[in-house]
């Protein structure tokens, strides 16, 4: 059992009166969202028409009562939304990948079988069997019994592994249970949630329901505490926070006031979504920090008059961040750049890769490039012909791949003789223009384009 994504489907799983409910950040900082079944809210759980109970008894993994502030209900499905108080770290990744044969999910909720315990939690694998007029069929991988069952409704079915990912709600025991009893649940997927919330006209606080969808994407103030986290190894580490926090300074005062992620996404997901990556890593916080990161770099290096959307397709076209959400090297999905189509990107542009396991190289020049793809065989005649022709495309277009990571070590951990008479904060802010003209030499080394011809 992979004891990361178990532990997460726990913290996001509560109770909601007899049933469960999975507690997830909308995107409003005032309030987040209780996916659940509807049945789970009314006086007759098998009555469909029957009224909804005056008070629900919501609970949270850590035993703290929850208010209910709103309920959104679907007029025809078995989902239901709670609106309630925001809290903190509890955002989580919707999935809406299809399940398939030999997929395996965890239930997690409170089955009425561990209710008289303190904690009252329990989780179960299921694999996908089926699905039937739009409800997912799962049955367990062990033998259970009916009382194992009843209380999961409205639970969350959560990946078995690593990243952690809301596939779909549990909504009731399959089959006619008077008659035999399998252990198969129906469940409907997040998909319907989210349709949900974006078709309907409810308000609350006379706004517009926020989408089911993380806060970070709101706006770059919940992502700019976590940038540029490099290691503490310079010999005055008060000097290297001092230039950690002007770069953030830049984040806030020229990038936030200017652009949100959310909008950034409207108008750039072709830029941003990587080639047969899920689509739930677009949504990642640990990419949109790189790319808040790799506009403020930019913002050094080009000086630029006004920092707005064209601005930042400027940015895309000759400087591409490619972002892939597994540990590993970017060298290891080599296939993931090369066999897409890098929409509207210069030749001579610079691929910045990202991966969540840092490197300690911070180049590959297109001559350490071709070398690689010929090794991993990807120029090689394919049957899908677009990945070859992308492949041979890119290869004249990218001058180089720099990994992130790496560049932060090089511009700024191994450079305190650089930077030392720079970041004496007695000395600002008389010193930051100079300080910003040596973030954008050093970053500048690997990252100046030299010569982009638009090649759309």
């Known amino acids: 059992m992979n004891q990361i994504a178990a532990s997460i489907g726990q ?11 999975v507690l997830i950040q909308s995107m409003s900082k005032d309030y987040a969202y209780i996916l659940t079944a509807k049945h789970c809210l009314q006086t007759e759980k098998d009555d469909p028409s029957s009224p909804l109970f005056n008070e629900h008894k919501v609970v949270s993994s850590d035993s703290e009562t929850i208010e209910v502030l709103d309920i959104i209900l679907h007029e025809t499905k078995d989902i239901a939304i709670l609106i309630v108080p925001p809290r903190d770290n509890i955002e989580l990744m919707l999935s809406d990948v299809v399940l398939t044969n030999n997929d395996k999910v965890r239930l997690c909720g409170y089955p009425d079988d561990r209710r008289q315990e303190p904690f009252g939690y329990a989780s179960y694998i299921f694999n996908y069997s089926d699905t ?10 062990g033998a259970l019994s009916e009382d194992n069952i009843v209380g999961f409704s409205g639970g969350g079915l959560f990946s078995s592994n690593q990243p952690s990912l809301l596939y779909a709600i549990e909504t009731k025991m399959s089959g006619n249970t008077d008659r035999e009893f399998h252990g198969n649940i129906s ?4 998909k319907e949630f989210i349709n949900l919330i974006n078709e309907s006209n409810k308000k609350y606080e006379n706004l517009p329901l926020a989408q089911i969808l ?24 008060n000097k290297l926070t001092f230039l950690i926090q002007i770069l953030k300074d830049i984040a806030k005062n020229e990038i936030q006031v200017s652009l949100s992620p959310n909008e950034i996404l409207d108008d750039f997901r072709h830029y941003i979504q990587v080639h047969s990556r899920p689509n739930h890593e677009i949504h990642c916080k640990d990419l949109w920090i790189s790319l808040l990161e790799v506009i403020t770099i930019s913002l050094l290096i080009d000086q630029p008059a006004i ?20 540990n590993g090297t970017w060298q290891q999905h ?4 090369f066999e897409a189509e890098l929409k509207d990107f210069n030749s001579g542009g610079i691929v910045i890769a990202k991966t969540l396991s840092p490197q300690n190289l911070v180049q590959f020049s297109r001559d350490k490039l071709n070398k690689l793809i010929e090794l991993k065989n990807i120029s090689r005649p394919k049957p899908n012909l677009n990945h070859i022709t992308n492949v041979r495309s890119n290869i004249t277009k990218i001058s180089s791949i720099v990994d992130l990571s790496a560049l932060h070590g090089e ?7 650089i930077f030392e008479t720079l970041t004496n904060i007695n000395d600002y802010p008389n010193k930051l223009v100079e300080l910003r003209l040596a973030l954008a030499n050093e970053y500048g080394t690997y990252l100046m384009v030299e010569e982009a011809e638009d090649d759309k």
């Open 11 to 21: 913290e996001h799983s509560v109770v909601v009166n007899g049933g469960s409910g």
């Open 132 to 141: 039937v007029n739009g409800e997912i069929i799962l049955s367990p991988e």
């Open 411 to 417: 511009c700024i951990e191994r450079k305190e003789d």
């Open 334 to 337: 080599i296939s993931d750049i």
């Open 187 to 190: 469940a409907i997927s997040v």
């Open 214 to 237: 993380p806060l970070h994407l709101s706006s770059f103030e919940h992502l700019i505490d976590f940038s540029f986290n490099v290691s503490k190894s310079w010999s005055d580490d």
């Open 307 to 326: 920092i707005d959307k064209n601005y930042l397709e400027t940015v895309f076209k000759s400087r591409r961040l490619v972002f892939i959400g597994v």
